[in-house]
């Protein structure tokens, strides 16, 4: 499945989200405080489209977004948790 992974963001609240024929498939939701901490709100996937690693992929994007933009994460949202306790890889980002 191909898909690009869109960005919106105002005011510090922004969200990451792949549509699919012009529908929401996935999207997590996250806020950038002015100390450089990037909290992962929520993940959320269309009931449809569950189980296709739409969510993982976007987490994984928030991670590159964090490195690239020199932040940190706290995943809040408990999916995104989930994924920074299965990838040994995402801990340089993680708030300590």
């Given amino acids: 499945m191909d898909y690009n992974i869109k960005q ?7 969200m990451f989200y792949i549509e699919l024929e012009e529908e929401m498939a996935a999207q997590l939701q996250y806020s950038v405080e002015d100390h450089g ?3 992962l709100d929520h993940t959320e996937t269309h009931p449809e489209m569950t189980g296709k690693g ?7 994007h928030a991670v590159e977004y964090a490195r ?7 995943p809040l ?7 920074f306790d299965r ?8 708030v300590d």
């Fill in 54 to 60: 739409l969510a993982k992929d976007l987490v994984r």
């Fill in 77 to 83: 949202c408990s999916y995104a948790a989930r994924q």
């Fill in 37 to 39: 901490i990037m909290t």
């Fill in 87 to 94: 990838h040994q890889e995402y801990q340089d980002v993680r």
């Fill in 8 to 14: 919106t963001e105002e005011k510090g609240k922004g």
């Fill in 68 to 74: 690239e933009n020199n932040l940190k994460i706290d």
